[in-house]
């Protein structure tokens, strides 16, 4: 720009345009991928579920392109920020991220979001799809919160001056509508109140180990519109769903209450040598969901005919740990993740699928042992080989009473820009 001769029209115009166009910021990346299934038509928390007649398949998992609008003040403190980013597959273009950010400029610890961006929840919900060593977040994760993202509106306590004394501490306070992406729009006028406070990475003295970590709560729920809701309680002398179809239960919330702790441990394992990772994430609380899923819906629920369903509340909880590894540089690594979701705490095993129960494979705990190999050949080009095995507890369900075969194996390449 030292080039441009700003006394003629031409040099004034180019320079205005820069000026105006600088703080805009492009990014992106593209995610194929062959997966391989242990068996055809599997239902699965990787990638999707595999087709009828399919236990291969060449997809692309994702395709980001995110535009960052960014201002600062003359002390380089944010001002204002614009984010866009869209996803766009063989299956269609969706929007993911698309948000506003205005930024308090007097003390620079406030800042106030509104739009379309992620739950403030834990640490994997947050983590980008570009930079996770794993393919996917945890079933827990995905279960809890499609998509993760959603639509409201989020106070953030932020110190971004390096001197403040309050540097290490984040706050995220939010409300939402609730149901996430996975439906057009929201259903009902209850809001879900998300909030996480995270201590950003510090080294503990004396050592060379960064610590970090967090705590977060979701307080909402969803309208009901039947009046049945069923609740687990003792049937016949078995645990069970016990049905309430009381008229007052119209209009009533029922709950979706989430409470979960994070915390990430990393190693250097010196100059150019990587480090060593841990993590861990634990969530329990309550999930309002119908009789074959768990999962939040986005939509009222109704059957084929288009009567609502009732719905079913159920104390769950879940987690996951990480193991990564760098393998000598920071080239090649490796990574170990267990997770678990178990839907309802207060049944297993051979109790579910028992006549008269209520019990369904939305009641089933998985526990699911991934591990796999990454190869950063550069900053634009990733490599992974993951294979996650998934196991269901055994149940008194027809086709649950063993362990299914939903093994699947990922190959996947990443470029970045």
């Given at each position: 720009m030292d080039m441009i001769d700003t006394t003629t029209d031409l040099g004034r115009g180019m320079m205005a345009m820069y000026q105006k166009y600088d703080a805009l910021r492009f990014s992106g990346y593209i995610?194929?991928?062959?997966?391989?299934?242990?068996?055809?038509?599997?239902?699965?928390?990787?990638?999707?579920?595999?087709?009828?007649?399919?236990?291969?398949?060449?997809?692309?998992?994702?395709?980001?392109?995110?535009?960052?609008?960014?201002?600062?003040?003359?002390?380089?403190?944010?001002?204002?920020?614009?984010?866009?980013?869209?996803?766009?597959?063989?299956?269609?273009?969706?929007?993911?991220?698309?948000?506003?950010?205005?930024?308090?400029?007097k003390y620079n610890l406030f800042s106030l979001a509104g739009g379309m961006f992620a739950r403030p929840f834990g640490y994997e919900v947050n983590l980008s799809s570009g930079d996770r060593e794993t393919p996917?977040?945890?079933?827990?994760?995905?279960?809890?919160?499609?998509?993760?993202?959603?639509?409201?509106?989020?106070?953030?306590?932020?110190?971004?001056r390096k001197d403040h004394p309050l540097r290490f501490l984040k706050i995220d306070a939010g409300v939402f509508n609730g149901q996430g992406l996975a439906g057009p729009t929201d259903f009902d006028s209850h809001k879900d109140f998300i909030g996480r406070v995270s201590i950003r990475p510090r080294k503990v003295k004396g050592t060379n180990i960064i610590l970090s970590g967090s705590v977060s709560v979701l307080y909402g729920g969803m309208e009901q519109f039947t009046p049945v809701i069923n609740r687990m309680g003792i049937v016949n002398?078995?645990?069970?769903?016990?049905?309430?179809s009381a008229t007052a239960?119209?209009?009533?919330?029922?709950?979706?209450?989430?409470?979960?702790?994070?915390?990430?441990?990393?190693?250097?394992?010196?100059?150019?040598?990587?480090?060593?990772?841990?993590?861990?994430?634990?969530?329990?609380?309550?999930?309002?969901?119908t009789a074959l899923t768990s999962e939040t819906p986005g939509v009222i629920p109704v059957d084929a005919q288009g009567k609502r369903l009732p719905?079913?509340?159920?104390?769950?909880?879940?987690?996951?740990?990480?193991f990564i590894q760098h393998l000598g540089n920071e080239h090649h690594q490796v990574v170990v993740r267990y997770d678990w979701y178990d839907p309802n705490?207060?049944?297993?095993?051979?109790?579910?699928?028992i006549p008269g129960e209520g019990l369904t494979e939305a009641d089933i705990r998985y526990n699911?042992?991934?591990?796999?190999?990454?190869?950063?050949?550069?900053?634009?080009?990733?490599?992974?080989?993951?294979?996650?095995?998934?196991?269901?507890?055994?149940?008194?369900?027809?086709?649950?009473?063993?362990?299914?075969?939903?093994?699947?194996?990922?190959?996947?390449?990443?470029y970045r820009f």
């Open positions: 995610q194929p991928q062959f997966q391989l299934a242990a068996a055809k038509g599997i239902n699965s928390y990787a990638g999707g579920n595999f087709g009828a007649a399919v236990n291969n398949r060449f997809t692309l998992r994702r395709g980001r392109l995110r535009v960052d609008y960014e201002r600062y003040n003359k002390d380089n403190m944010p001002i204002v920020q614009f984010a866009f980013q869209f996803d766009g597959t063989e299956r269609g273009v969706f929007i993911r991220d698309f948000y506003g950010r205005v930024f308090e400029t996917e977040r945890g079933r827990m994760s995905q279960i809890l919160m499609k998509t993760e993202r959603d639509l409201g509106a989020m106070v953030s306590f932020e110190p971004r002398g078995q645990p069970g769903f016990i049905r309430d239960n119209v209009g009533r919330i029922a709950p979706r209450h989430y409470y979960g702790a994070d915390m990430q441990v990393r190693i250097p394992n010196g100059p150019g040598k990587g480090s060593t990772q841990f993590r861990a994430e634990y969530i329990r609380g309550s999930q309002t969901a719905l079913y509340i159920r104390n769950f909880d879940g987690a996951y740990l990480y705490k207060k049944v297993k095993g051979k109790e579910i699928g699911t042992l991934g591990f796999g190999y990454l190869y950063y050949a550069n900053p634009h080009l990733k490599f992974t080989l993951y294979y996650d095995m998934v196991k269901n507890e055994s149940t008194s369900l027809d086709g649950f009473t063993e362990d299914i075969r939903d093994n699947v194996f990922t190959c996947r390449m990443q």
